[in-house]
């Protein structure tokens, strides 16, 4: 959704391509450890190592130099790559086991003593039978009650089926900062979002097929492939139908609290993707939260949407709040005012064309 690459390392710059996919060693420069990656595959692992470490690009990188290696800890960081990857290789039959994040857990220095525990923390509880039980009974369950009462809260098929366009707009809310947002959706899975900055727009877009992000003083970007697995679910205008299309298998898992109340898990999975986590209300059928993936090559980088405050919109009920977690921060979107059916320019939708080269003197 919003800010799919919101830390600084996006200004990451390289020679770009004419054509056919580059390796991360082809398109940027100075590459030494992940060279063979697909090329849009190296930002996203930049951002999972962010987050492992809770630090900003400059912790390791010259700002406006990304290639340059005058920084000790990004000397560091390569040999921890290299680390990682040789203890999955040679423990765990070259699975991705162990990542920055096994260590580092948000910090920039891994902690090699054990916190010593409050006096309010509760002491481990035994794992009983019975917890076994429901856990065997719950991946037996099926989740098409779950799914089907969704569809039924917001509205059903055919309420959905009337609605061809969706223009929202409201507010971000990033600390103290409240940002106009103005998002345009068109059928079947269009969507563009402009969050309006003081210093111009930031764009997230996808087309139907590809997405594309945009930032202030900057060239748009083509998003990766993990990039474009979010975006294709946030533009389905008619997602809660689509969601038996769109993944192939249903696990229910045990039931979470958020926000107070129940919510209900179903794991759904497409084949060759990371899990997505729908959580569903068991009161009212209402999807409260998703939480995905972006597969990189160091790790799963999380996207975690809490969906509230749910209203009418043309005879469907949509959620007018959402909040955006990742391991960068999180913002909150509240919408003021939806229109339905309304036109929407096709050409909202699409990247636009990088800028002309300077000519040569």
Sequence with gaps: MLFAANISSAQMQGNTASSGPKT???????????????????????????????????????????????KKPKQAARKMIQMMMAINKDNFEDHREVTCNT??????H?????????AEAAP????????EHA?????????DPILEKYLTAVGGVEALKKVSSRVEKGSATMGDRQIPIEIFTQAPDKRVSYLHLPNGDS???????KGWLGNPGRP????????????????????????????????????????????????????????????????????????RYADTPVGLLPTQVDYADYRDSG???????????????????????????????????????????PASP
């Design 135 to 143: 856990e065997q009974t719950n991946a037996n369950r099926s989740a």
């Design 315 to 357: 005879g469907v009920k949509i959620p007018f709040r959402w909040t955006i977690g990742r391991p960068s921060g999180s913002f909150t979107i509240q919408l003021d005012h939806v229109d339905v059916n309304v036109p929407v320019d096709a050409a909202k939708f699409a990247q636009p064309a990088p800028p002309p080269k």
């Design 103 to 108: 260590c580092h857990r948000g910090s920039p």
């Design 203 to 209: 764009v997230t877009a996808y087309d139907g097929s």
């Design 24 to 70: 991360a060693e082809q398109q940027f420069k100075n590459i030494q450890v992940l060279k063979t990656i697909p090329a849009d595959q190296l930002i996203p692992s930049m951002q999972f190592i962010s987050g492992s470490l809770g630090v900003e690009c400059e912790f390791c990188h010259v700002e406006g130099a990304f290639d340059k290696d005058d």
């Design 220 to 291: 748009p970007r083509a998003m990766g492939a993990s990039e474009n697995e979010g975006a294709r679910l946030d533009a389905d205008l008619y997602f809660p139908s689509h969601v038996n299309e769109i993944f192939g298998s249903f696990k229910v898992g045990d039931p979470e609290k958020i926000g107070g109340e129940e919510a209900l898990l179903v794991r759904a999975q497409r084949e060759g993707k990371p899990v997505v986590k729908l959580y569903f209300d068991r009161q009212s059928g209402f999807l409260v939260r998703m939480v």
């Design 110 to 118: 891994p902690a090699s003593i054990p916190a010593i525990a409050s």
């Design 124 to 131: 481990p509880m035994e794992h009983h039978h019975g917890d």
